[in-house]
T-cell receptor, first 118, second 113 residues
């Protein structure tokens, strides 16, 4: 079974600075998808970025980018030019390609709470 | 755009009471899910459905039942609520195509006293 580990329960960053959130995962599959979700105090789950395992190029969405190291099974999220609105809980998630059964479900890490200091 | 809508948003139950959480999506998604979120535990899958009339157990199914009579609705039932079921519950839905994201409802905060 796949597992997702976020080793940083809490992180803090100064406004306008850069912060990196860590995520590692365990799987025996060669193809899969990885996601970062943001959960602000409103509780809404918002997709930040996704990465296809078969793509070597790291995904980028504006100020958000990932460092995907497939061999190391690492998927970190970098937030550049941090803003007050980035303060939230961030979840790393894994999704198998196999949609025939439970393998297609999202598997979440425990989350990292990010604080942004003005 | 309604997306995924959960009803109710908040609820307080007494131990032993029953209730049903309703999830409705208007995106014609095949797949629907129920997760629970507890502090320090992330989101854990309770039950899921890959299509109308089908359901399956997730990681933490005990004490819950589900039904998917209509494609757009996914119901989560608690037959006899326990304090351990105090949590925030999220419904999500997605297309079956690989790599598609899951869209989440706004969550239901349930307290069992």
């Amino acid at each position: 079974a796949q597992t997702v580990t976020q080793s940083q329960p809490e992180m803090s960053v100064q406004e306008a600075e850069t912060v990196t959130l860590s995520c590692t995962y365990d799987t025996s599959e060669s193809d899969y998808y990885l996601f970062w979700y943001k959960q602000p105090p409103s509780r809404q789950m918002i997709l930040v970025i996704r990465q296809e395992a078969y793509k070597q190029q790291n995904a980028t969405e504006n100020r958000f980018s990932v460092n995907f190291q497939k061999a190391a099974k690492s998927f970190s999220l970098k937030i550049s030019d941090s803003q007050l609105g980035d303060a939230a809980m961030y979840f790393c998630a894994y999704r198998s390609l196999n949609y025939g059964g439970s393998q297609g479900n999202l598997i979440f890490g425990k989350g990292t709470k990010l604080s942004v200091k003005p | 755009n309604a997306g995924v809508t959960q009803t109710p948003k908040f609820r307080v139950l007494k131990t032993g009471q029953s209730m049903t959480l309703l999830c409705a999506q208007d995106m014609n998604h095949e797949y629907m899910y129920w997760y629970r979120q507890d502090p320090g535990m992330g989101l854990r899958l309770i039950h899921y459905s890959v299509g109308e009339g089908t359901t399956a157990k997730g990681e933490v199914p005990d004490g819950y039942n589900v039904s998917r009579l209509k494609k757009q609705n996914f119901l989560l039932g608690l037959e006899s609520a326990a304090p351990s079921q105090t949590s925030v519950y999220f419904c999500a839905s997605s297309y079956p195509q690989e790599g598609t994201e899951a869209f989440f409802g706004q969550g239901t905060r349930l307290t069992v006293v």
